[in-house]
Every structure is written in C-alpha cells, then in structure tokens.
C-alpha cells in the first residue's frame, strides 16, 4: 500500500499553497495523511522532519521518497506513480 504523509504547519506560507492540491487529491481517493507540526511532535520526531511542507510517500510501510516544499498536483501524481 502507497500513501503521503503530509507534514504542515498553518502558519506556513508555502503550506498554504501546497495545501489546495494535497485537499485535492485526498477528496479523488489519493491516500494523504495530513499532520499538523505543531500539534504532532511525535510524527514530526519519527519520520525526522526539518522542515514544512514536507511530503514523504510511503510504500508498505518504508519511505520510497521525500520532498520539501510546494509542487504542482500533476508532480505530485507524478511522484506517486513513480
């Protein structure tokens, strides 16, 4: 099973622009969790996230992939796919 872990914060100015798209593709069946930095500690100290947004595409479990920052949703479908 693949799926993004979508780390963000909401006072993030990029976030606000990544978030639209992940909305997006989360509502067409896309599997996203989205987790609040400041509000998950815990997630944030597991998967060792620096910075927002930060989006980890995991497969069965194991990161496959990471980015930082905002991409466009035909990207984002690109590196689901990859």
């Known amino acids: 099973m693949k799926g993004f872990l979508y780390f963000y914060g909401d006072w993030c100015q ?3 622009i990544l978030s639209p798209a992940m909305d997006d593709l989360k509502k067409n069946g896309m599997p996203i969790e989205k987790i609040n930095v400041d509000y998950d500690v815990s997630m944030v100290k597991q998967y060792n996230v620096t910075s927002v947004p930060t ?3 995991l497969e069965n479990g194991v990161e ?3 980015f930082v ?3 466009p949703q ?3 479908i690109r590196i689901f796919n990859s």
Do not use: D
């Open 55 to 57: 989006v980890i595409l």
């Open 74 to 76: 035909s990207e984002i």
């Open 14 to 16: 990029p976030c606000k």
């Open 64 to 66: 496959k992939t990471r």
């Open 69 to 71: 920052g905002a991409k």
